[in-house]
């Protein structure tokens, strides 16, 4: 019988999250295995992914890749769904429990690229903001690091202020909204996501005013916005490769074959030098073979 993968993802709004679960549907299919999606109807609800975990584990898949609406909140629920006996590849969002491996990218450097990249444009320096995301997620927890540590390196980018934009667009407008009617002079806004980015500008427009812009996540609306010169750069995290992985690392485990406990994606960043790659449509990408992401494997050449 084909192995069944359950995938879970956090909101079904990120397009970063929709290319993730292409990614593991693609991965698993040419694998000869399925998978399903799984998603909140409402975004970053832990309670309603927490009965979805509970439903999907009592059908007993044979691998589940998981990304937690709240990591503190779904302890409990992945502790009870491993206790079924079910292997898990978490992705995105780290959480304490027994995960056969976590594919990710380094948030805190993510967090040091996205102010390198504000300060090489800002050379003399300049007040900015910073638009984050939950608490809730550990990802926000870690740009939000990396975004305050690589500051003291450049002294002449000022931290005014910082909002929460919840990873969506729509806050991130709004986020961004508040912060111009608090400042009367905001040269950069740095942003946790391509989301809250964009909503960042929708805010800028709306108000008449200039500020030079960065996401997170390279997604193509964000390669867009960069080939307009509407935003100055984004930081790659690869949504369709992380699910692509994550479904060749949960296939393997199952086979038996080693993979490792962590797979970090290389940090990025996207400008206007080098962003036309991230322009094609996320259903055009081919998959990533194994051994561009894990070289070293002795197994390799197989995926």
């Keep these: 019988m084909a192995p069944r993968l359950a995938a879970f993802i956090k909101n079904g709004v990120n397009p970063n999250y929709q290319a993730f679960l292409l990614g593991v549907e693609r991965a698993a299919t040419a694998a000869g295995a399925t998978a399903t999606r799984h998603v909140p109807a409402t975004p970053d609800n832990a309670a309603e992914q927490t009965a979805l975990l509970a439903a999907v584990a009592a059908e007993r898949p044979?691998?589940?890749?998981?990304?937690?609406?709240?990591?503190?909140?779904?302890?409990?629920?992945?502790?009870?769904?491993?206790?079924?006996?079910i292997p898990?590849?978490?992705?995105?969002?780290?959480?304490?429990?027994?995960?056969?491996?976590?594919?990710?990218?380094?948030?805190?450097?993510?967090?040091?690229?996205?102010?390198?990249?504000?300060?090489?444009?800002l050379p003399q320096g300049g007040p900015i903001v910073l638009i984050e995301g939950p608490d809730t997620a550990p990802t926000s927890r870690d740009r939000g690091r990396g975004f305050r540590e690589a500051l003291l390196d450049h002294p002449g980018l000022h931290l005014l202020d910082s909002e929460a934009g919840h990873y969506l667009r729509g806050p991130g407008r709004v986020a961004m909204a508040s912060l111009l009617?608090?400042?009367?002079?905001?040269?950069?806004?740095?942003?946790?996501?391509?989301?809250?980015a964009l909503g960042a500008l929708d805010a800028l427009d709306a108000a008449g005013r200039r500020a030079l812009v960065t996401g997170i996540n390279g997604t193509v609306p964000a390669a867009q916005a960069i080939a307009e010169g509407r935003l100055l750069a984004s930081i790659d995290y690869d949504g369709f490769r992380m699910g692509a992985v994550a479904a060749m690392a949960?296939?393997?485990?199952?086979?038996?074959?080693?993979?490792?406990?962590?797979?970090?994606l290389p940090t990025q960043v996207i400008d206007r030098s080098n962003h036309r790659p991230w322009l094609v449509p996320v259903e055009q990408r081919p998959l990533p073979r194994w051994t561009e992401i894990v070289p070293n494997d002795d197994d390799n050449n197989r995926e």
């Design 250 to 264: 949960a296939l393997r485990h199952l086979r038996g074959r080693a993979i490792p406990r962590e797979i970090l």
């Design 181 to 196: 009617a608090r400042h009367p002079r905001i040269d950069g806004v740095v942003c946790a996501n391509d989301l809250m």
């Design 62 to 85: 044979d691998a589940i890749i998981f990304a937690p609406a709240d990591d503190r909140l779904l302890e409990r629920p992945v502790a009870a769904a491993r206790a079924r006996g």
């Design 88 to 121: 898990f590849i978490g992705f995105v969002n780290r959480m304490a429990g027994d995960f056969a491996s976590f594919v990710g990218a380094d948030d805190v450097a993510m967090g040091h690229a996205a102010i390198g990249a504000m300060a090489t444009a």
